[in-house]
């Protein structure tokens, strides 16, 4: 039976960055996975989805001049199958196994605490690191089972795009996917539950966006349960329900985009007296689970279901296994990015939720993005940002509507997670005409407001 240092179950972003922060150590990692490496992200997250989102931007951009007709989603399809083998190219095993780690490829579970099992053959080790990631998550709705559907992991092996679909979610990927197929000349009809789409981002920018894929021609039903879904010729039916009445559309096919699910299943954790329930393996802030000597990160954890926090979570959970002094995970400072175009980024609280903890404390700055020079090079614009202070100027949180709205958000995460005061965007120069001036004229006016607020500068005002 092979010893090792560390055994690393799953090889996406949480698995392979853990991997490689212990072989940094010098410690000798096991890396085992039952698909290939690279996870969610490189295969039917991240990768495949960014893609289609940015070929859809180009057959977008074109069509405000020329007319398209007949658009070869093949080529596409093949484009995003190309890219993601670039990127497997630094994720395979002969690369694993050059850098210094040994790959198992197979279906990992526990024997007991400290044994692992694949395939029959048995595997050791001091520290065991969990990183299985998620799957789509599949609702029960009366005839789903009996029906095919698509998910996230599956519309990417495609050899050509549907000319309609029924998009069954109003999350992250159920809009990011809706646009770019609406825009590749797909019908989308998109259905969601709650009154709104992305119902946990700021509704006044998710207002804008709804209308923005109104208008481009994405049929929105918020507030609409999905009751039932059937096969039917050349196609799918869905049922839903919306203010009490039964409507029913019709595609191509069916993309189910409801949320994703920890697996946790098929490890045999109950062998290795590792606690979990639905939510995913229960970790404490160290990232241990039950078990002290084991750890889990990413998905199979949460909270937060992003590449970037996994990775995060694989470097601290590899420090904490193997250095003397242990450091706390802190979700205080996370940021996100919903890639519709123009992109819906976040950082922090909402509105409603910061006067929900600080009441009247709470400042807000809005800015429409009509008002940029930047933005009038290009038209009329619905981007805006909506930034959320606390009373000493401090960021609570930001959230950006715009062209690289990503990237814009990068610069209120480094002042929000050293705890400075917004009011210090006011001196910072920036490039003329960028979208981030945005942080300068909010920055100036905050500056000016904190003044006046100074009981000194009030009596000189009377």
């Given amino acids: 039976m092979k010893t090792y240092d560390l055994v690393v179950i799953g090889a996406g972003a949480g698995g392979l ?14 890396l085992i996975e039952d ?14 989805s960014k893609t289609l989102i940015n070929e859809a931007k180009k057959f977008n951009q074109l069509k405000e001049f020329i007319s398209l007709e007949g658009i ?13 083998e670039a990127i497997y190219e630094h994720e395979d095993p002969t690369t694993l196994k050059k850098d210094g780690i040994d790959f198992i490829k197979g279906h990992a579970r526990f024997k007991d605490s400290k044994t692992i099992v694949v395939d029959g053959i048995g595997i050791r080790a001091d520290k065991i690191l969990i990183a299985t990631g998620s799957s789509p998550y599949i609702p ?7 029906t095919p559907y698509l998910t996230n992991e599956t519309i990417f092996e495609r050899e050509v795009l549907p000319k309609s679909i029924v998009v069954l979610g109003g999350g992250a990927i159920g809009v990011e996917l809706a646009q770019a197929l609406n825009r590749l000349g797909v019908n989308v009809h998109l259905i969601e539950m709650m009154p709104s789409i992305l119902s946990k981002e700021e509704p006044d920018l998710v207002k804008r966006l709804e209308a923005h894929l109104t208008k481009e021609g994405v049929w929105l039903h918020t507030a609409s349960k999905a009751i039932k879904v059937e096969s ?26 409801i949320g994703r699910k920890p697996n946790t299943t098929d490890l045999n954790l109950e062998a290795a007296g590792i606690s979990y329930d639905k939510k995913g393996i229960r970790v404490d802030s160290y990232l241990r689970t039950s078990q002290k000597h084991i750890y889990a990160v990413g998905d199979v954890v949460g909270p937060y279901q992003f590449s970037h926090m996994a990775n995060v979570q694989g470097i601290l959970a590899v420090k904490n296994a193997f250095l003397p002094i242990k450091s706390k995970i802190s979700y205080d400072h996370v940021a996100w990015v919903t890639f519709t175009d123009p992109e819906l980024a976040r950082a922090g609280m909402t509105e409603e939720e910061a006067r929900d903890k600080y009441g009247d404390q709470v400042l807000v700055y809005d800015y429409d993005f ?14 805006g940002i909506k930034l959320i202070l606390d009373n000493k100027y401090r960021v609570l949180g930001a959230s950006i509507l ?10 209120i995460q480094v002042l929000k997670t050293l705890g400075q005061p917004f009011t210090k965007m006011a001196d910072i120069i920036h490039p003329y005409p ?5 942080f300068v004229k909010l920055g100036k006016k905050a500056k000016v407001d904190r003044l006046l607020a100074i009981p000194l500068v009030k009596i000189f005002r009377k």
Wanted: hydrophobic letters at 30%; glycine letters at 12%.
């Fill in 232 to 257: 039917i010729d050349k196609g799918i039916a869905l049922t839903y329900e919306k203010n009490g009445k039964e409507q029913m559309v019709k595609a191509e096919t069916l993309l189910v985009a």
């Fill in 434 to 438: 960028t979208y981030s001036e945005v």
């Fill in 370 to 383: 009509n008002d940029l020079d930047r933005t009038k090079t290009k038209g009329v614009s619905i981007e």
């Fill in 17 to 30: 960055t853990a991997a490689y922060t212990a072989l940094g150590f010098g410690k000798k990692v096991v």
């Fill in 35 to 48: 698909q290939k490496p690279g996870g969610e992200c490189t295969w039917s997250g991240c990768v495949p």
């Fill in 72 to 84: 070869d989603t093949k080529k596409i399809m093949h484009h995003i199958k190309s890219v993601r």
């Fill in 140 to 146: 029960e709705i009366q005839g789903l089972t009996q």
């Fill in 402 to 411: 715009s062209e690289r709205g990503g990237e814009m958000m990068g610069e």
